[in-house]
DNA sequence: GGTTATCTTTGACTTAAGTCAACCGGGACT
DNA sequence: AGTCCCGGTTGACTTAAGTCAAAGATAACC
């Protein structure tokens, strides 16, 4: 095994040889950003491509931080947040295998607005600037997926915004149950993949706050509480909150 | 003058001769957007689209409604909104000439994920989806433009719920302020373009919190008010109040 | 120009949610 | 096993900001 280990960021970049690099061509055609690529072009983006390792609870990146590309995860789980003066965290998304982040700075601004850190330990995919956008321009398909990308992102950040605005807590948390329910297997049995302090950032909230309202949904027969699986009991009901934002 | 009137979604749709069209592509050749397009494809987007006009406080859309297109302003201001089930109305954006709006169904989606009114008379530039998607395939400098708009936007958004969460009304007034000043000519007296009422629904409160904030921020001899006049007189702590976020 | 309607300000009150502090329980490590 | 530490929970208290109501100030309209 050939490798090239070089310490940057806090994360370990990889080289690779042709298997890897094979492999790394695979996976990235299966990722919704790049999914219908022709294989040409893969092998391009294969030749610019970094994987870099980062252990739980590393530093990516820092807002302010120039952007000179951004990320694709590949395993684990990254956060990105922000942070206001006086140490409290607001997390902006929690992105999974599959999903890229840092892109904003690729085509606007040159920096990044957030914090970025591993929540588990990760496998990520760097992708320099210069060298990808070279390659958008001469595939418009790409484009067409990174407009769709950055628009669905949009879609959430608006209701986040709606949600932090015009929602009280037990709104927000209902409806992120609701949200976790929607993409889960099991449709009334949660399992909730954050820690609650966590999830209370998520919902730009605090750990108390969270801790009282989830007991009080309990309490309420909306939902049964054990640990961190939450099953839903009242559907209905936790829709209805969810809509009207407020307990 | 041959015209041809439309009602439609509460605007009227205007057809158009040579001449307007001739004026329509120049102007659209200014835009942030479209800058740098040869004249072919400017030609070729004058032909799919359509200038509308609404009358201050017509509804464009609504959150829900199946975007066939997006919008570009060329007079007026529109406003972008959510509203609670319970009437407070939060604002995303205003827009002004130059700006476009309801991308997001363009790419992602397929319906507007919130409202859209005007708050002047206006006239917008309706640029179809088909087309349009037809048009940035041919094009791809376009679509690196239009990435930088909605990189832009995110960024925007994310400055936002980190003000939404982490500050307290006086600091997202303050950012406000300052926000204002950097992009008027003289650097101290702002002219609020917004009504109290609608500058409180942008910072994600309302408006007697508004009112007794200002009045707060005057007493403290960081600001001073007349109408709509805002004069900043200490502009350090104002600075310093909209980086910690609390008073 | 005067009447209306809308916007703005102010006051008294309520409330959701944050702060501070104590405590519990389960790992992890020695 | 025992200690330490971190995550979660609970209680008492504070506070920013929302609600309700009324009165002034602007701006809009006939």
Redesign the interface.
């Known amino acids: 095994m050939e490798e090239t280990e070089k310490k940057e960021q806090g994360g370990r970049k990889t080289g690779m040889n042709g298997e890897q690099c094979q492999s790394l061509l695979k996976w990235l055609g299966e990722t919704s950003l790049f999914a219908g690529m022709p294989d040409a072009h893969l092998q391009e983006l294969c030749g610019i491509a970094m994987v870099v390792s980062y252990k739980r609870r590393a530093l990516i990146f820092s807002a302010g931080d120039p952007g000179s590309g951004f990320y694709l995860v590949m395993e684990g789980r990254v956060k990105v947040y922000?942070?206001?003066?006086?140490g409290?965290e607001?997390i902006?998304h929690i992105l999974g295998p599959g999903e890229p982040f840092g892109?904003?700075?690729?085509?606007?601004?040159r920096s990044f607005?957030?914090h970025a850190v591993a929540l588990d330990d990760c496998r990520l995919v760097f992708l320099p600037r210069e060298a990808f956008?070279e390659l958008?321009?001469?595939?418009?398909?790409l484009?067409?997926n990174?407009?769709?990308?950055?628009?669905?992102?949009?879609?959430q950040?608006?209701?986040?915004?709606?949600s932090?605005?015009?929602?009280e807590v037990p709104g927000r948390l209902a409806a992120h149950l609701l949200y976790l329910s929607a993409k889960q297997a099991d449709k009334d049995v949660l399992e909730l993949d954050l820690s609650k302090t966590q999830l209370a950032s998520l919902l730009?909230t605090i750990p108390e706050t969270l801790s009282r309202i989830l007991s009080k949904l309990q309490r309420a027969g909306y939902i049964r509480i054990a640990g961190a699986k939450v099953t839903i009991v009242d559907r209905e009901r936790l829709e209805e909150l969810a809509?009207?934002?407020?307990f």
Chains 1, 2 share one sequence.
Do not use: C, H, W, Y
């Open positions: 922000m942070i206001s003066s006086d409290k607001q902006l892109e904003a700075p690729v085509f606007a601004g607005p957030a956008v958008v321009t001469a595939n418009p398909s484009a067409l990174l407009l769709a990308v950055l628009s669905q992102r949009l879609r950040f608006a209701k986040m915004v709606d932090l605005s015009l929602k730009g809509e009207v934002g407020r």
